[in-house]
């Protein structure tokens, strides 16, 4: 069997298996909270037709009656459970999108949030992420705030609010709009290649209806440095962050934990030592490099400046003024690494590699197909189970789409991942799999490697 011949879907659970062999199984190790006499579909199945939702981009649950319910796609289902958990019966019809929502609806958020744990934890433990760490040491994380589900009418108690103006150009008059929102924030991890994985998430809300002050993302971050730590306590982390993060408590939150960081400097977030760097940089000639490329019409020249004081600690400004094709940029980095002309051209990449966490994080999930602003569930848990799911989802296809079992096949006759999607979603539902193929792939030893040129 050569790679040409894998089918679609013989390609989506051999990468789901080879990068998280244990993934499939614990699905099926969740515990159900549904009454057992009354179960018609096995959790497991519940599971992976909500992670399924997600992968070939259905973008509303109604839709898993309206194009999943064909003969094929049962017998495929049926078929892929009797391989990956054989001491569970599929019965002969899928679940309906409500009763995926019920069964949401009851498991705790935790469970599905194990899930995507595990993977994570499945990639670093086999080493299949490690050219891409910064320095040979360091997992970057970008950590970013982002707007999933937006309503008119309060949704919850656990609603943030926000209150703005909008004028009426008929008759210059102004009206106050409340919009009820659900922010969240996320920590992926950030490859240069353009991987960005889901690693752990926090939902922006508020304890009650009324409260004095509301949720934010730099309290949502606290809590979410609690979780990375708790799920990765020995992982060598770099924190990429925006110039929102440029604050004492984050600064004394990677030092507790033993974080690098790159922190995107504005003069605004702190003008005092903005300004001290402006002035030392003038005297310190000796902390400057030059970088040019005449292919790629590109001159970077980069300054620094090594512990600089701030509230009893030393920090250290890294700052790069770039022109390519006669565009100036200028990009300037609070980091905890001292900074040297070996250091200063890598440092500076990976700290512009945050954006990653925008491109192909948030913005390919708003309109890539996955349907991040689309409200899955007004359940307050299954929300976010629907959205856990959505990463799950989110990292598989990444990995198929960077992977080398379907990269140069991708980008040769589908051209990007949404194509692979509706090629992927017309093989389920119109083909009947080959389980003694599958059988023999999943068995296979074979190399599955991501491109870090």
Known sequence: MTLEDITLPEALFKTMHHFAPRFLLALSKIHDPRNPNKIIYPLAEELLLGILLFVVKLESRRNIKFQLNSQEFIDNIKGIGKIFFPDQEFPDTIPHGDTLNYVLEKIPEIEIYGLRTEIIRELIRKKSLEDFRLLDQYYCVAIDGTGSITFRKRHCPHCLLRTHT????????????????????????ILFNGLALSIATEFIENEQEKVSKQDCELNAFKRLAEKLKRDFPQLSICLLLDGLYAAEPVFQCCEQNHWAYLITFKEGSMPATFKEYESLKKISPENALKIENKNLNLTQIYHWVND????????????????????????????????????????SREGRCRWIIENQGFNVQKNGGYGLEHAFSLHTVAMKNFYLLMQIAHIFNQLIEKGSLLRERIKRTMGSLKVFSKKLLASLTEKLLDLNRLRLLISQRIQIRFDSS
């Open 166 to 189: 909008v004028k009426n150009k008929k008759d210059n008059s102004q009206t106050k709009v409340t919009l009820y929102y659900h922010p969240v924030l996320e920590a992926k991890l």
């Open 308 to 347: 600089i004081d701030y509230k009893s600690r030393l920090l250290n400004v890294l700052e790069c003024e770039e022109d390519k094709f006669e565009k100036s940029t200028r990009f300037v980095f609070l980091s905890s690494f001292k900074l040297n002309p070996k250091n200063v051209e890598i440092l």
